[in-house]
């Protein structure tokens, strides 16, 4: 009979990720804001980007 194995942290038997714990589920980020970088990437890898000034 063959046991598989797997990383201890993949179940509650592991100790607890600091970063989930600290975040308690919460975002860092809003989606707009992601979306937003998501914009900016795509311009930077068109050429397109001249300026980037932030939205106040």
Do not use: Y
Request: proline share 7%; aromatic share 6%; charged share 25%.
């Amino acid at each position: 009979m063959e046991l598989a194995s797997f990383p201890a942290s993949w179940t509650d038997v592991g100790d607890p990720d600091p970063f989930v714990e600290l975040s308690q589920g919460r975002a860092a980020t809003r989606v707009e804001d992601l979306l937003r970088l998501v914009q900016l990437v795509e311009d930077l890898q068109a050429g397109g980007v001249k300026e980037i000034t932030p939205e106040l």
